[in-house]
């Protein structure tokens, strides 16, 4: 057997082949087989194994997507290494539009789980016995909750070189340098010694065109940067990248009706009003101002808010502002999606609208 041959379950899959491979999981209360489905591209060459995790939460989508476009890519031929790509890793959370488990578990606070635990332990245990613990590196697929959607961002322990290294190569305006939460993947990750990155963008049960395609190339720039891939003789957008030691959320002063003044993305100075909450008639209101310079990540969509209710994520930076604003407006340019009537219709590629 060739070296880098790749085991995962009851499976080898050598160097050169592309396999789809079930991961078997609990039957579902209908006695129904549930699987995790699992694409295995083993390349040629000996290299990195990087896992692409998407749907830990099941009703984050972008991820998904974003899968199945990265495995279209015709560059995959030229892997180094192999790629192990899981779209849903909570199957059952996926097919309930659910961010949890049946039991309501996060399988993301269930790691490292147990082969003989709850159905959490256990997606938990097999995930991280059979794709973390076979991987040299990962990317994990997230987006927002219900109702609130965060700009592309990555959140990641900038204290590891390599998560350095491969966040910077990510390419996108907003790095979190982030602590890690207990029982998450992302933990286990650490503690098995493989970097990795949290990618975030969207909201849940919508898809994002921006996010997924920001998704997309990120994932291809880190796979380029640890030399799974070929180099691109000219990089394009090398800037250095701009990280965020410190975040605040504005909470909402009182109970009642918003209307939110400000987009994701939005460059907001000490003092500017982001919304306004008002009681049903509009006798009284409220505002909601930024206490600090920031640009927006993260917000709600849902008008209607609690009394202490998270309304608006601010990403503070140590960067000069102006040129906080001037990547984030480069890099939305980039991967918004065009309308352009007179470019062919590729189903597999059109833009998500
Ligand atoms: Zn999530």
Not at 60 to 68: A, F, H, Y
Not at 265 to 272: C, I, L, M, R, S
Request: with cysteine; net charge neutral.
């Amino acid at each position: 057997m060739a070296s880098h041959a790749i085991t995962i379950g009851d499976f080898t899959i050598k160097p050169g082949e592309h396999r789809t491979i079930e991961l078997p999981l609990a039957a579902m209360v209908t006695h129904n087989d549930v699987e995790m489905t699992v694409h295995v591209v083993c390349g040629k060459k000996p290299g990195p194994v990087l896992f692409v995790a998407a749907a830990i939460h099941g009703d984050e989508l972008n991820g998904v997507e974003v899968i199945r476009r990265l495995l279209q890519q015709k560059q995959l031929n030229r892997l180094n290494g192999t790629l192990i790509a899981i779209p849903i890793v909570n199957v059952y959370g996926f097919l309930n539009n659910s961010r949890y488990l049946p039991d309501g578990r996060d399988l993301n606070r269930s790691f490292p789980g147990s082969s003989k635990g709850s159905l959490a332990a256990r997606i938990a245990h097999t995930f991280l016995n059979e794709i973390v613990r076979k991987s040299t590196h990962g990317i994990d697929l997230h987006t927002g909750a219900r109702h609130r959607a965060n700009l592309p961002q990555l959140r990641a322990d900038l204290s590891n070189e390599e998560v350095q290294r491969m966040a910077g190569a990510f390419d996108v305006p907003v790095i979190i340098d982030s602590k890690i939460r207990d029982g998450s993947l992302r933990e286990m990750c650490d503690e098995a010694g493989i970097p990795v990155l949290l990618y975030e963008a969207g909201e849940a049960l919508r898809f994002d065109e921006l996010s997924i395609r920001a998704g997309v190339r990120g994932i291809i720039n880190v796979m380029r940067e640890i030399n799974m891939l070929p180099h691109k003789r000219h990089r394009l957008h090398n800037k250095k990248p701009l990280i965020s030691r410190n975040t605040t959320w504005l909470r909402a002063p009182h109970s009642g009706v918003l209307r939110a003044l400000v987009p994701l993305g939005a460059h907001v100075k000490t003092g500017d009003v982001l919304g306004i909450i008002a009681d049903p008639l509009g006798t009284s209101e409220y505002r909601v101002t930024a206490e600090e310079e920031g640009i927006v990540i993260g917000r709600t969509y849902m008008p209607l808010v609690h009394e202490g209710e998270a309304l608006f994520h601010l990403a503070h930076y140590e960067a000069k502002s102006e040129k906080v604003y001037s990547q984030l407006e480069a890099f939305q340019e980039r991967y918004e999606p065009e309308l352009n009537p007179d470019a062919p219709f590729d189903p597999h590629n059109a833009p998500i609208l």
